[in-house]
């Protein structure tokens, strides 16, 4: 097949109208039972690489149409559809981890997923380092001999500093380990892992892929290599996300590209408008020159996305809470990557240990939405205004 830009792929990937009467859009398939004519073509269809349906928790054409855009976008050979970025990442993880095995972790790591590997992994016997996410290549002097998977996020999706993935990858091969990346921030359109040395990707499909904070949804793509221990491992756990979040995410997929550059465009617009405020200590956008990871962002990656951080300069609690509860366009909630602007407070001093977070500010998540971006900062600019120093 000719090879397509993202545009292109974005637009064309998983479709298969002639299939369907000619319907632009895969239809959603419910389906649990799936029926064959034959003794042989049920035998057949046990086969782990069967290519056709076999059972509704397996996947369906729906699940299927999604696997197959997201991996070509990506660069991955498959994918593999979960219920969440979460399911998606503790699978990618349990797929090489065993009992007396040992994991090494960005410090910036995702919370949920550091819960998943103090709590969970270690219950069975594995354990994990966290490690400071500028590590580079001398990440090779935490590797043991029993290491056997390196858990990357770059940029940390609460203080967004960016990894040398291609340093810590060719470290890790080096010792036998696999890497696997969470590429949710900047999607397969920004960075792509394959060229940089990973082995497994993994996004929440909650994002940009579906772009419209209505679903829950993860996907793993993999080397081909890779695929076969990522999908026995996604069966074996049962894992299945819901058709109707599947169609939902294949229908926002087709118009990440524009929205993916509408929220670049806006965070930054916004985060060197925040540079220039008197409340405001300092702003981590990895797009922003000056910023600590700027020059590796610019090395690896194509584009950045809405999500930034900024920290605001020492003020009390109350006040700071005013500001926050004063703003109209943003909301305050978990979660990114929707139509709609966003801001959460954070507090990072409990969840780090490789790297400790001593900034004196508070420190804020910004998510820039589809908004304008004037009456975005306007509306940051008169939150701004309650805020009083310590």
């Given at each position: 097949m000719r090879t397509r830009k993202p545009d292109s792929l974005l637009v064309t990937t998983g479709r298969k109208p002639e299939e369907n009467f000619g319907i632009v859009n895969p239809p959603v398939y419910h389906a649990s039972t799936i029926l064959f004519p034959s003794v042989a073509a049920f035998e057949a269809a046990r086969h782990p690489d069967y290519p056709g349906l076999r059972y509704g928790r397996v996947g369906t054409p729906t699940t299927f149409a999604l696997e197959e855009a997201v991996?070509?976008?990506?660069?991955?050979?498959?994918?593999?559809?979960?219920?969440?970025?979460?399911?998606?990442?503790?699978?990618?993880?349990?797929?090489?981890?065993?009992?007396?095995?040992?994991?090494?972790?960005?410090?910036?790591?995702?919370?949920?997923?550091?819960?998943?590997?103090?709590?969970?992994?270690?219950?069975?016997?594995?354990?994990?380092?966290?490690?400071?996410?500028?590590?580079?290549?001398?990440?090779?002097?935490?590797?043991?001999?029993?290491?056997?998977?390196?858990?990357?996020?770059?940029?940390?999706?609460?203080?967004?500093?960016?990894?040398?993935?291609?340093?810590?990858?060719?470290?890790?091969?080096?010792?036998?380990?696999?890497?696997?990346?969470?590429?949710?921030?900047?999607?397969?359109?920004?960075?792509?892992?394959?060229?940089?040395?990973?082995?497994?990707?993994?996004?929440?499909?909650?994002?940009?892929?579906?772009?419209?904070?209505?679903?829950?949804?993860?996907?793993?793509?993999?080397?081909?290599?890779?695929?076969?221990?990522?999908?026995?491992?996604?069966?074996?756990?049962?894992?299945?996300?819901?058709?109707?979040?599947?169609?939902?995410?294949?229908?926002?997929?087709?118009?990440?590209?524009?929205?993916?550059?509408?929220?670049?465009?806006?965070?930054?617009?916004?985060?060197?408008?925040?540079?220039?405020?008197?409340?405001?200590?300092?702003?981590?956008?990895?797009?922003?020159?000056?910023?600590?990871?700027?020059a590796l962002w610019k090395r690896d990656f194509t584009g950045s996305s809405g999500l930034f951080g900024v920290v605001l300069k020492p003020c009390a609690k109350p006040s700071h809470d005013g500001f926050l509860e004063a703003l109209e366009l943003f909301g305050m909630g978990a979660s990114w990557g929707g139509y709609e602007s966003l801001i959460l407070p954070t507090s990072l001093a409990a969840t780090r240990s490789a790297v400790p977070w001593d900034e004196p500010g508070r420190l804020v998540r910004i998510h820039a939405g589809l908004e304008d971006p004037a009456d975005l900062a306007a509306d940051l600019e008169q939150g701004l205004a309650r805020l009083e120093p310590e």
């Open positions: 991996a070509a976008l990506d660069g991955g050979d498959r994918a593999a559809i979960l219920s969440s970025g979460l399911a998606a990442i503790t699978t990618a993880l349990m797929t090489y981890l065993a009992a007396g095995d040992h994991l090494l972790v960005t410090d910036a790591v995702y919370g949920p997923v550091r819960r998943f590997c103090v709590e969970t992994l270690a219950r069975f016997g594995v354990e994990t380092t966290f490690y400071d996410p500028r590590v580079g290549a001398d990440i090779a002097g935490l590797i043991r001999p029993n290491t056997r998977a390196v858990h990357v996020e770059s940029p940390g999706s609460f203080t967004f500093e960016v990894q040398d993935v291609p340093a810590i990858a060719a470290a890790a091969h080096a010792a036998g380990a696999k890497v696997v990346c969470d590429n949710t921030w900047a999607t397969p359109l920004f960075f792509k892992p394959y060229d940089h040395g990973v082995d497994v990707a993994v996004y929440a499909a909650t994002k940009y892929i579906s772009g419209h904070s209505d679903t829950m949804l993860g996907v793993i793509t993999a080397s081909a290599a890779e695929y076969p221990a990522i999908r026995a491992c996604v069966t074996n756990l049962g894992h299945a996300a819901a058709p109707d979040d599947i169609y939902l995410a294949l229908r926002g997929l087709r118009t990440m590209g524009v929205r993916l550059r509408r929220h670049q465009e806006t965070a930054i617009t916004l985060a060197r408008w925040l540079q220039g405020r008197p409340e405001v200590s300092r702003v981590i956008h990895p797009a922003l020159e000056g910023d600590a990871g700027h």
